[in-house]
């Protein structure tokens, strides 16, 4: 057994044979445009997890600004 250099998980071969499917990619593609896809990849799921929290966090407000307002009415009552 050897330990992937790449992922640190244990394999039968050198290297493990997802990561031998990225050095496959970046023999075709070069190491450099293998890197450049998973960066606007990744950042993009990133922005997109972000996004979804701002939504979320908004709607959290928004339910909070809408409780305040209902009791303010009632203490004017
Ligand atoms: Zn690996």
Known sequence: MF???LC????I???CSDCRKIRHYM???SK???ITILDNIL???EDKQENKIVHEIKE???AKKYNLRN???EIKK
């Not at 640190?8 to 394999?11: K, L, P, R, V």
């Open 27 to 29: 023999s075709i593609y």
């Open 8 to 11: 640190e998980q244990y394999t």
């Open 71 to 73: 009791k303010d009415k």
């Open 13 to 15: 071969y050198s290297v």
């Open 32 to 34: 450099e445009r293998v």
């Open 60 to 62: 959290d407000i928004e």
């Open 43 to 45: 950042s993009r799921t």
């Open 3 to 5: 330990c992937c250099p």
